[in-house]
Protein backbone atom coordinates (compact mmCIF):
# COMPACT_ATOMS: atom_id res chain seq x y z
CA UNK A 1 0.00 0.00 0.00
CA UNK A 2 1.41 3.38 -1.05
CA UNK A 3 2.35 6.38 1.45
CA UNK A 4 -0.66 8.03 0.37
CA UNK A 5 -3.18 5.11 0.63
CA UNK A 6 -2.07 4.70 3.64
CA UNK A 7 -2.43 8.15 5.41
CA UNK A 8 -5.51 8.60 3.15
CA UNK A 9 -7.18 4.84 5.68
CA UNK A 10 -5.88 6.81 8.71
CA UNK A 11 -7.23 10.08 7.86
CA UNK A 12 -10.62 8.76 6.99
CA UNK A 13 -10.30 6.25 10.69
CA UNK A 14 -9.76 10.14 12.54
CA UNK A 15 -12.84 11.60 10.85
CA UNK A 16 -14.66 8.78 11.90
CA UNK A 17 -13.63 8.50 15.33
CA UNK A 18 -14.95 12.11 16.41
CA UNK A 19 -17.34 14.86 14.93
CA UNK A 20 -15.20 17.48 14.35
CA UNK A 21 -11.13 17.95 13.90
CA UNK A 22 -8.93 21.34 13.36
CA UNK A 23 -7.00 20.77 10.52
CA UNK A 24 -3.80 21.16 12.46
CA UNK A 25 -4.89 19.06 14.54
CA UNK A 26 -5.03 16.11 11.92
CA UNK A 27 -1.92 17.54 10.40
CA UNK A 28 0.00 16.42 14.01
CA UNK A 29 -1.90 13.71 14.30
CA UNK A 30 -0.58 12.37 10.22
CA UNK A 31 2.70 14.01 10.67
CA UNK A 32 2.35 16.12 7.43
CA UNK A 33 2.06 19.91 6.78
CA UNK A 34 -2.03 21.24 6.41
CA UNK A 35 -1.53 21.94 2.88
CA UNK A 36 -0.93 17.73 2.38
CA UNK A 37 -4.28 17.20 4.92
CA UNK A 38 -6.24 19.69 2.55
CA UNK A 39 -4.81 17.39 -0.85
CA UNK A 40 -6.39 14.40 1.44
CA UNK A 41 -9.76 15.70 1.97
CA UNK A 42 -10.15 16.87 -1.41
CA UNK A 43 -9.08 13.16 -2.67
CA UNK A 44 -11.67 11.43 -0.35
CA UNK A 45 -14.59 13.74 -1.33
CA UNK A 46 -13.64 13.08 -5.21
CA UNK A 47 -14.08 9.22 -3.93
CA UNK A 48 -18.07 10.09 -2.44
CA UNK A 49 -17.81 10.97 1.18
CA UNK A 50 -19.15 14.05 2.10
CA UNK A 51 -16.46 16.50 4.27
CA UNK A 52 -17.46 19.29 5.63
CA UNK A 53 -14.97 22.48 6.23
CA UNK A 54 -15.14 25.12 9.00
CA UNK A 55 -13.38 28.42 8.22
CA UNK A 56 -11.78 30.23 11.08
CA UNK A 57 -7.98 30.45 13.00
CA UNK A 58 -9.38 26.93 14.12
CA UNK A 59 -10.90 25.91 11.17
CA UNK A 60 -11.50 22.11 10.40
CA UNK A 61 -13.09 19.16 8.88
CA UNK A 62 -15.97 17.44 9.69
CA UNK A 63 -17.20 14.23 7.80
CA UNK A 64 -20.98 14.61 7.14
CA UNK A 65 -23.25 11.49 6.07
CA UNK A 66 -23.25 11.43 1.92
CA UNK A 67 -26.45 10.89 -0.32
CA UNK A 68 -24.61 7.51 -1.57
CA UNK A 69 -22.94 4.91 0.51
CA UNK A 70 -19.01 5.54 -1.01
CA UNK A 71 -16.31 2.79 -1.46
CA UNK A 72 -15.52 1.02 1.81
CA UNK A 73 -11.81 1.56 2.76
CA UNK A 74 -10.21 -0.31 6.06
CA UNK A 75 -6.56 -0.44 7.18
CA UNK A 76 -5.64 -4.30 8.14
CA UNK A 77 -6.62 -3.84 11.49
CA UNK A 78 -10.13 -2.58 10.63
CA UNK A 79 -9.94 -5.63 8.18
CA UNK A 80 -8.92 -8.43 11.00
CA UNK A 81 -11.63 -6.47 13.45
CA UNK A 82 -14.28 -6.68 10.60
CA UNK A 83 -13.18 -10.61 10.22
CA UNK A 84 -13.44 -11.52 13.44
CA UNK A 85 -17.06 -9.78 14.42
CA UNK A 86 -18.89 -11.56 11.49
CA UNK A 87 -17.30 -14.52 12.06
CA UNK A 88 -18.74 -14.14 15.98
CA UNK A 89 -22.23 -13.45 15.16
CA UNK A 90 -23.51 -16.75 15.83
CA UNK A 91 -22.98 -15.68 19.49
CA UNK A 92 -24.36 -12.31 19.66
CA UNK A 93 -27.86 -14.02 20.27
CA UNK A 94 -29.28 -12.54 17.11
CA UNK A 95 -30.33 -14.65 13.87
CA UNK A 96 -28.01 -12.75 11.79
CA UNK A 97 -25.39 -16.01 11.08
CA UNK A 98 -26.20 -16.17 7.54
CA UNK A 99 -26.56 -12.59 6.69
CA UNK A 100 -22.77 -12.17 8.68
CA UNK A 101 -21.82 -14.86 6.28
CA UNK A 102 -22.76 -13.19 3.07
CA UNK A 103 -21.27 -10.28 4.49
CA UNK A 104 -18.08 -11.42 5.40
CA UNK A 105 -18.04 -12.98 1.79
CA UNK A 106 -18.99 -9.64 -0.02
CA UNK A 107 -16.31 -7.55 1.83
CA UNK A 108 -13.39 -10.13 1.32
CA UNK A 109 -13.98 -10.28 -2.63
CA UNK A 110 -13.10 -6.53 -2.61
CA UNK A 111 -9.85 -6.44 -0.28
CA UNK A 112 -6.58 -6.65 -1.93
CA UNK A 113 -5.13 -10.10 -2.46
CA UNK A 114 -2.35 -9.31 0.59
CA UNK A 115 -4.83 -8.37 2.61
CA UNK A 116 -7.72 -11.06 1.68
CA UNK A 117 -4.83 -14.08 2.41
CA UNK A 118 -4.40 -12.15 6.23
CA UNK A 119 -8.02 -12.67 7.15
CA UNK A 120 -8.66 -16.19 5.49
CA UNK A 121 -5.90 -17.16 8.30
CA UNK A 122 -8.70 -16.01 10.67
CA UNK A 123 -10.79 -18.92 10.96
CA UNK A 124 -12.69 -20.42 14.14
CA UNK A 125 -16.04 -21.48 14.36
CA UNK A 126 -18.35 -19.58 17.29
CA UNK A 127 -21.23 -21.63 19.32
CA UNK A 128 -24.51 -20.39 17.97
CA UNK A 129 -27.19 -19.81 20.49
CA UNK A 130 -30.08 -21.97 20.86
CA UNK A 131 -32.64 -19.35 21.03
CA UNK A 132 -31.35 -16.32 18.92
CA UNK A 133 -33.70 -13.49 18.56
CA UNK A 134 -35.16 -12.45 15.26
CA UNK A 135 -33.33 -9.02 14.06
CA UNK A 136 -36.61 -7.79 13.94
CA UNK A 137 -37.93 -7.85 17.13
CA UNK A 138 -34.58 -6.94 18.30
CA UNK A 139 -35.18 -3.91 16.21
CA UNK A 140 -38.65 -2.52 17.36
CA UNK A 141 -37.73 -3.25 20.97
CA UNK A 142 -34.90 -0.96 20.19
CA UNK A 143 -37.10 1.47 18.80
CA UNK A 144 -39.75 1.69 21.25
CA UNK A 145 -36.97 2.03 23.85
CA UNK A 146 -34.85 4.96 22.55
CA UNK A 147 -38.16 6.73 21.01
CA UNK A 148 -39.59 6.02 24.97
CA UNK A 149 -42.58 4.26 23.71
CA UNK A 150 -45.10 1.57 24.71
CA UNK A 151 -44.54 -1.89 24.01
CA UNK A 152 -47.25 -4.15 23.30
CA UNK A 153 -46.56 -7.53 22.92
CA UNK A 154 -47.12 -11.35 22.81
CA UNK A 155 -44.78 -13.13 25.83
CA UNK A 156 -44.97 -17.04 25.64
CA UNK A 157 -48.24 -18.38 25.71
CA UNK A 158 -49.52 -15.61 27.67
CA UNK A 159 -51.28 -12.75 26.62
CA UNK A 160 -50.60 -9.10 25.66
CA UNK A 161 -48.36 -7.80 27.43
CA UNK A 162 -47.90 -3.73 27.79
CA UNK A 163 -44.97 -2.44 29.27
CA UNK A 164 -42.49 0.86 28.80
CA UNK A 165 -39.34 -0.59 27.59
CA UNK A 166 -36.11 1.46 29.48
CA UNK A 167 -33.13 -0.43 28.21
CA UNK A 168 -32.42 -3.51 25.96
CA UNK A 169 -29.28 -5.63 27.69
CA UNK A 170 -27.12 -8.80 26.41
CA UNK A 171 -25.91 -10.80 28.97
CA UNK A 172 -24.35 -14.17 27.92
CA UNK A 173 -25.91 -14.91 24.66
CA UNK A 174 -29.50 -13.88 25.62
CA UNK A 175 -31.33 -10.33 24.88
CA UNK A 176 -33.30 -9.18 27.61
CA UNK A 177 -35.45 -5.74 28.44
CA UNK A 178 -35.58 -4.30 31.23
CA UNK A 179 -39.16 -2.67 31.48
CA UNK A 180 -42.34 -1.18 33.84
CA UNK A 181 -44.75 -3.86 33.31
CA UNK A 182 -47.84 -1.47 33.27
CA UNK A 183 -50.19 -4.80 33.91
CA UNK A 184 -48.05 -5.49 36.92
CA UNK A 185 -47.45 -2.33 37.68
CA UNK A 186 -43.60 -3.26 38.87
CA UNK A 187 -40.19 -3.71 37.16
CA UNK A 188 -40.15 -7.16 34.73
CA UNK A 189 -37.38 -8.64 32.89
CA UNK A 190 -38.18 -10.31 29.50
CA UNK A 191 -36.12 -12.15 26.48
CA UNK A 192 -36.15 -10.81 23.39
CA UNK A 193 -36.73 -14.72 22.15
CA UNK A 194 -40.02 -15.14 23.74
CA UNK A 195 -41.20 -11.78 22.79
CA UNK A 196 -43.40 -10.98 19.80
CA UNK A 197 -44.08 -7.53 19.59
CA UNK A 198 -47.02 -5.61 18.03
CA UNK A 199 -47.15 -2.81 15.89
CA UNK A 200 -47.40 0.16 16.07
CA UNK A 201 -45.85 1.57 18.87
CA UNK A 202 -48.02 2.62 21.88
CA UNK A 203 -47.77 6.15 23.82
CA UNK A 204 -44.66 7.88 24.68
CA UNK A 205 -43.68 7.74 28.39
CA UNK A 206 -41.56 9.43 30.63
CA UNK A 207 -38.70 6.93 31.54
CA UNK A 208 -38.54 5.48 35.42
CA UNK A 209 -35.12 5.28 37.61
CA UNK A 210 -34.28 2.17 36.76
CA UNK A 211 -33.68 -0.05 40.48
CA UNK A 212 -29.56 -0.71 41.34
CA UNK A 213 -29.33 2.43 39.30
CA UNK A 214 -28.61 0.61 35.41
CA UNK A 215 -30.30 -2.04 33.34
CA UNK A 216 -27.30 -4.16 33.77
CA UNK A 217 -27.16 -4.03 37.75
CA UNK A 218 -30.87 -4.70 37.67
CA UNK A 219 -30.22 -7.94 35.39
CA UNK A 220 -27.37 -8.93 37.57
CA UNK A 221 -29.34 -8.83 40.80
CA UNK A 222 -32.42 -10.94 39.35
CA UNK A 223 -29.70 -13.38 37.95
CA UNK A 224 -28.71 -14.40 41.61
CA UNK A 225 -31.61 -14.21 43.43
CA UNK A 226 -30.73 -10.88 45.27
CA UNK A 227 -31.45 -7.47 46.08
CA UNK A 228 -27.77 -6.80 45.03
CA UNK A 229 -26.19 -6.95 41.76
CA UNK A 230 -22.62 -7.33 43.53
CA UNK A 231 -24.45 -10.42 46.35
CA UNK A 232 -25.68 -13.69 46.05
CA UNK A 233 -27.82 -15.06 48.31
CA UNK A 234 -25.79 -17.37 50.34
CA UNK A 235 -22.02 -17.36 50.42
CA UNK A 236 -19.84 -20.84 51.53
CA UNK A 237 -16.09 -21.41 52.34
CA UNK A 238 -14.44 -24.31 50.83
CA UNK A 239 -11.11 -25.55 51.48
CA UNK A 240 -10.60 -27.36 47.77
CA UNK A 241 -7.32 -29.79 47.63
CA UNK A 242 -6.05 -28.13 43.89
CA UNK A 243 -3.44 -25.42 43.86
CA UNK A 244 -4.76 -22.26 43.12
CA UNK A 245 -3.41 -22.23 39.34
CA UNK A 246 -5.82 -24.88 38.87
CA UNK A 247 -8.88 -23.95 40.42
CA UNK A 248 -8.15 -19.57 39.04
CA UNK A 249 -9.66 -19.88 35.18
CA UNK A 250 -12.91 -21.25 37.14
CA UNK A 251 -13.36 -19.59 39.50
CA UNK A 252 -15.66 -17.04 37.86
CA UNK A 253 -16.73 -14.15 40.60
CA UNK A 254 -15.88 -16.26 43.25
CA UNK A 255 -12.57 -15.24 45.14
CA UNK A 256 -9.81 -17.58 45.85
CA UNK A 257 -6.12 -17.60 47.89
CA UNK A 258 -3.47 -20.06 48.02
CA UNK A 259 -3.16 -22.04 51.67
CA UNK A 260 -0.43 -24.22 50.09
CA UNK A 261 0.92 -25.69 47.32
CA UNK A 262 -1.47 -28.26 46.89
CA UNK A 263 -4.40 -26.07 48.30
CA UNK A 264 -6.46 -23.44 48.25
CA UNK A 265 -9.00 -21.56 50.03
CA UNK A 266 -12.62 -20.22 48.16
CA UNK A 267 -15.27 -18.22 49.01
CA UNK A 268 -18.43 -18.66 46.32
CA UNK A 269 -21.66 -17.41 46.24
CA UNK A 270 -24.80 -19.18 44.49
CA UNK A 271 -29.07 -18.65 45.09
CA UNK A 272 -28.56 -21.98 47.29
CA UNK A 273 -26.54 -23.98 49.64
CA UNK A 274 -27.09 -26.58 46.78
CA UNK A 275 -25.91 -24.47 44.24
CA UNK A 276 -22.91 -23.98 46.21
CA UNK A 277 -22.35 -27.29 46.60
CA UNK A 278 -22.39 -28.10 42.78
CA UNK A 279 -20.39 -25.53 41.78
CA UNK A 280 -17.18 -27.03 44.20
CA UNK A 281 -17.84 -30.73 42.82
CA UNK A 282 -17.49 -29.88 39.24
CA UNK A 283 -13.79 -29.80 40.28
CA UNK A 284 -13.65 -33.65 41.06
CA UNK A 285 -11.40 -33.15 43.94
CA UNK A 286 -11.64 -33.02 47.52
CA UNK A 287 -12.85 -30.34 49.65
CA UNK A 288 -13.57 -29.76 53.36
CA UNK A 289 -16.66 -27.07 53.96
CA UNK A 290 -15.24 -24.36 56.36
CA UNK A 291 -18.14 -22.53 57.04
CA UNK A 292 -20.99 -21.23 58.09
CA UNK A 293 -22.96 -23.44 60.33
CA UNK A 294 -26.06 -23.28 57.60
CA UNK A 295 -23.78 -24.42 54.83
CA UNK A 296 -21.98 -27.28 56.92
CA UNK A 297 -25.64 -28.71 57.82
CA UNK A 298 -26.91 -28.22 54.15
CA UNK A 299 -23.71 -30.25 53.24
CA UNK A 300 -24.20 -33.07 55.56
CA UNK A 301 -28.08 -33.08 54.51
CA UNK A 302 -27.54 -33.44 50.99
CA UNK A 303 -24.97 -36.08 51.62
CA UNK A 304 -27.83 -38.09 53.16
CA UNK A 305 -30.16 -37.56 50.62
CA UNK A 306 -27.18 -38.62 48.06
CA UNK A 307 -26.73 -41.90 50.13
CA UNK A 308 -30.43 -42.28 50.39
CA UNK A 309 -30.59 -42.04 46.68
CA UNK A 310 -27.62 -44.73 45.92
CA UNK A 311 -28.92 -48.14 48.23
CA UNK A 312 -25.68 -50.82 48.50
CA UNK A 313 -25.75 -53.42 46.24
CA UNK A 314 -27.05 -51.51 42.66
Known amino acids: MSATSSRMLTLLSLLQ ?31 GYVIDATKGPDGGYRLAAGSELP ?22 GVDVADAAARALAT ?56 AEPHAVVARGG ?14 RIFRLDRMTPRIPLGARFTPRPIPHGDAAAFLSARTKGSD ?43 WSWAGVLSWVLRFDAPFTVLGPPEFAAAARSLAARVADATPAGR
Not at 19 to 46: F, M, N, S, Y
Not at 140 to 156: I, K, N, P, W
Open 174 to 187: RWYVVAWDLDAADW
Open 107 to 162: VRQVMPSRLRHRIDGIRFTDTAVSDAVDPAVLEAVSTATGDHRVLRFDYRDELSRN
Open 228 to 270: SPQRWPVYGEILLELPLRAAAPWLGDADGVDVSETTCRIRVGS
Open 71 to 92: PLLFDDEQAVAITVALQSAPAT
Open 17 to 47: ARRDWPGGVLAERLDVTPRTVRRDIERLRAL
